[in-house]
């Protein structure tokens, strides 16, 4: 271990030592934002920028079972990135399959799959339910993992949910359009039956969510950091949750 590493560490645990854990977001949406530029700045490939930043996530949750998260939300593959070149595309799905597998057999964590299962690739979607499947019993932290995942995507996926619901019970669009409200279209969400993110993250210094958790998020704290996600540390982690903790959550009141 350098000097470097010991003052960060040292500084980790400063700055955890005066974490209020009563202040902790209980669900944290993160975006893993950087990998490619992180392996281009260290003279690697896409490939190994995307694995690297999925090597990340192990760390990540470990910090948040720490700190009693219990929900996380992490956005593996948006619905814009399949228009990536196939070359990079394809290597990408492989590395995520892996991740998902990873995260089921690891035994402390219920995974389950937020964004549009139809246009991924079926060996992908299997290894999605199977997740899903292994882990139902499980009663560590909700790791929700958006994979195929598109904000407007959803909220699309939810009304012709709601809709199709109401079609099959013979409410008319006159009668349907007299009682929806919010609630309804939340209940037909990817997330259904779970608490709004606290706190959304994203890394890479890029300060918008590019549609990420559009709906759910309308009462977020948002937390940008300059680092690229492979690079994330513990003590980037603790500042997320620091800066989070002084803020005053009005809810537009």
């Known amino acids: 271990m350098n000097l470097r590493d010991l003052v960060y560490r040292l500084y980790a645990r400063r700055v955890e030592g005066r974490?209020?854990?009563?202040?902790?977001?209980?669900?944290?949406?993160?975006?893993?934002?950087?990998?490619?530029?992180?392996?281009?700045?260290?003279?690697?490939?896409?490939?190994?920028?995307?694995?690297?930043?999925?090597?990340?996530?192990?760390?990540?949750?470990?910090?948040?079972?720490?700190?009693?998260?219990e929900v996380v939300t992490l956005w593996l593959l948006s619905t814009d990135n399949f228009d990536r070149p196939e070359e990079e595309l394809k290597?990408?799905?492989?590395?995520?399959?892996?991740?998902?597998r990873n995260l089921?057999?690891?035994?402390?964590?219920?995974v389950h799959h937020v964004g549009t299962l139809d246009l991924l690739p079926d060996h992908t979607q299997r290894v999605l339910k199977e997740a899903e499947q292994a882990t139902a019993d499980v009663k560590g932290i909700l790791v929700n993992v958006a994979v195929g995942y598109g904000g407007r995507q959803e909220i699309a996926d939810a009304v012709r949910s709601l809709l199709l619901e109401h079609a099959a019970k013979g409410t008319s669009f006159e009668e349907l359009a007299e009682i929806v409200d919010v609630e309804h279209i939340s209940e037909h969400l990817y997330t259904r039956g779970q608490p709004d993110p606290d706190l959304v993250i994203r890394t890479s210094g890029e300060q918008r969510l590019s549609g990420f958790m559009l709906w759910q998020s309308a009462h977020s704290e948002y937390y940008f950091c300059e680092v690229f996600w492979p690079a994330f540390r513990k003590v980037d982690f603790l500042r997320a949750l620091r800066d989070y903790a002084a803020r005053h959550r009005r809810y537009g009141a």
Request: glycine fraction near 14%; aromatic fraction near 4%; charged fraction near 20%.
């Open 19 to 69: 974490l209020d854990h009563a202040q902790v977001p209980k669900h944290i949406g993160v975006i893993l934002d950087g990998n490619r530029r992180w392996a281009k700045a260290s003279g690697g490939t896409a490939a190994q920028g995307h694995q690297a930043g999925a090597d990340k996530i192990s760390e990540l949750l470990g910090w948040c079972a720490e700190t009693d998260v």
């Open 91 to 100: 290597p990408l799905l492989g590395i995520i399959e892996n991740t998902v």
């Open 104 to 110: 089921a057999a690891d035994g402390r964590w219920r």
